[in-house]
């Protein structure tokens, strides 16, 4: 009997485990009795009753494993230690607490495996969330996709289900700050898409801050693509030329005509400095993201910290 993985990250879900956890139950006990299950939470140090209640779950149901991490080293961290420790043969990378991901696609998504995709990635069709979000995500997912030489499919998360031989092709890229979703991508391996409605989050408060997003976003760009460093040279190449170019034409015009195009005074000056300026400081933060990703990875920390594991 092959095993399927589900992991779940987990930080101050006391309202969401107990029905995550029964909702994986129902689908092993009916559409997928033909596979044993391997339910791994990974508790990001909740300050809430969640380890209590996973501590609960896991002395009662055996198929059942949990990671309490030392402290909280945020949702990608986590999700991706979860990953290493699952011993699926498959390992669907990701299935939230609150169930915005559906649970009901996990059967569709186990059938294209058995029948030979070595990853399954959802596609979110329908997003139920604020228009503003939905467009910010779709625009920086064009972005990061336009910019990166992978084919990322719109709609993309980490809602996926993987072959262990991608899992272990995954634990061959050695990233002090994984971002899971381009990993199988970047992989390679014969994938299928399954188009699917993410739903709003019921009950709770999200944990994906606005700064966390942020966070994660420059982690994409910086890990998946030197487009910025390229833009940064070749915008200084269009700033210098354009510079000696108004130069030019400022002497021309001063030889041929007695007059400059700046006037006596000092507004093209100061234009100029605060233009550059900011140019500067602009460039300087990005080569700061990549300085930032090095010294990271050069540390070689874990990607987190575990307390304690329960049935390993």
Known sequence: ????????????????????????????????????????????????ATPDILREIAARDENVKVIFNARNFGAMRSNYNGVMAATGDAVLLFFPADMQDPPEMIPEFVSHWAKGAEVVYGVRKIREENP???????????????????????????????DRKVVEAMRKIEDAYPFMRMMTFECGFKSVGVPYRWVERRRGVTSNTLKSLVDQGMNGLV????????????????????????????????????????QPGVMTIITAVFFFGGVQL???????????????????????????????
């Open 282 to 312: 602009f460039s300087v933060g990005v080569l700061a993201e990549y300085v930032l990703a090095i010294y990271a990875q050069v540390r070689r920390k874990p990607v987190v910290f575990e307390r304690e594991r329960l049935n390993f």
């Open 1 to 48: 009997m092959k095993t399927i993985s589900i992991v779940t990250p987990c930080y101050n879900e006391e309202l969401n485990i107990r029905e995550c956890h029964a909702a994986i139950r129902k689908l092993f006990a009916d559409e997928l009795s033909e596979y044993r299950r391997e339910h791994l939470f990974c508790d990001n140090a909740s300050s809430d």
């Open 132 to 162: 503003t979000m939905r467009t910010l995500r779709t625009l920086y997912y064009r972005v990061l996709t336009s910019l990166s030489g992978l084919s990322l499919p719109m709609g993309v998360g980490d809602f996926q289900l993987v």
């Open 223 to 262: 890990t998946n693509t030197l487009a910025p460093l390229r833009l940064l040279l070749f915008g200084g190449f269009a700033i210098a030329a354009a510079a000696l170019l108004y130069a030019f034409v400022n002497l021309l015009l001063g030889v041929v005509y007695y007059r400059s195009i700046a």
